[in-house]
């Protein structure tokens, strides 16, 4: 298992190491990530929503909806926590 | 070649991560090492996100000069310039993924430790073995 | 970017990470996590990430420590691997 997990972790590197090729350079104020939306939310986000830190207001007040699934997933996570942790009674043993 | 190496070698290390996160979750027995290697895996991704917003030359995503509440009738007369800051929403989504992460990090270990107080052991082999 | 301090931050990444699964033991293992992700917090904020290290060094240095800890107690700190 070790050698196979081996090979298979340095055949998947190679494939991403070949993927980065094409890559925008480090630091590239032109790239493709931080040329479509971001731009907007930099210009806009003093006048609609007052904030001066962009990414507290893009996080609550751009994307709400997208903090309100956040806490969804952490109510989920906590109550399958208690739901494995609970030890029930002698009875319901199976 | 040496500038190609100095504008790329972040992403292989990485990617070095990410196999490191990669070998443990595939080859280690023990269940905590299991869930430490997909710590280091997630890890590994989110930094690979955060990194595609870096700009050189540019500042954190905190507005200089900013007026506060009520700037809206006065934003007009300021010019803000999209590459003087850096990039905020990789770094929004990935504030999202590292609460995530650890949601996922509890729910793991709550089942390793059921996993234990049935069969008494963390080793992926001896609990393959009890269950037969 | 300062290229001395990124190379180094790094490097003491990568050791974090190959340490926390070649030690022997579990709960030295979780404390090397802990080191790791406060190496991972000093990256985001040296490239700009200011939020994402604060939730970093409070959420998953913290709170995800805790959890290992409480978990390692509560179970075993032998391993074979």
């Given at each position: ?41 930099i210009t806009d986000t003093e006048i609609d929503t007052a904030t001066p830190?962009i990414?507290?207001s ?37 | ?62 507005l200089?000069?900013s007026q506060g509440?009520?700037a809206g009738?006065h934003a007009?007369?300021q010019?803000i ?52 | ?81």
């Amino acid at each position: 298992m070790k050698v196979l997990g081996f090979i298979v972790t340095v055949l998947t590197g190679a494939l991403l190491i070949y993927g980065t090729l094409d890559m925008p350079n480090y630091g590239d104020p032109d790239s493709p990530a931080s040329s479509h939306v971001s731009p907007r939310y930099i210009t806009d986000t003093e006048i609609d929503t007052a904030t001066p830190n962009i990414v507290t207001s893009v996080l609550a007040d751009y994307r709400g909806y997208d903090t309100l699934g956040e806490t969804t997933v952490i109510f989920t996570a906590g109550m399958s926590c208690i739901l494995i942790l609970r030890r029930r009674k002698k009875s319901y043993k199976v | 070649m040496l500038e190609f190496i100095i504008s790329k070698y972040n992403f292989w290390i990485y990617i070095i991560l990410m196999m490191i996160g990669f070998y443990a979750m595939i080859a280690k027995t023990n269940l905590v090492k299991k869930i430490i290697g997909m710590n280091i895996f997630q890890t590994a991704i989110i930094l690979f996100f955060v990194s595609t917003a870096y700009k050189s030359d540019a500042t954190l995503p905190i507005l200089l000069n900013s007026q506060g509440h009520g700037a809206g009738h006065h934003a007009a007369e300021q010019v803000i310039e999209v590459s003087q800051y850096i990039n905020p929403l990789p770094h929004v989504l990935m504030l999202t993924a590292i609460v995530v992460m650890v949601a996922t990090l509890g729910v793991a270990l709550a089942i390793v430790i059921r996993v234990y107080r049935d069969y008494g052991t963390l080793n992926e082999d001896e609990i393959i073995k009890a269950i037969k | 970017m300062i290229l001395p301090f990124d190379i180094i931050l790094q490097l003491f990444v990568i050791i974090c990470a190959v340490a926390a699964i070649t030690v022997k033991d579990l709960m030295s293992a979780v404390i090397i996590l802990g080191a790791y992700s406060f190496f991972m917090c000093l990256m985001w904020a040296q490239m700009g990430a200011v939020d994402v290290a604060f939730t970093e060094a409070s959420v998953s240095a913290g709170i995800g420590t805790i959890l290992c800890i409480a978990a390692v107690m509560k179970t075993t700190r032998r391993t074979k691997d």
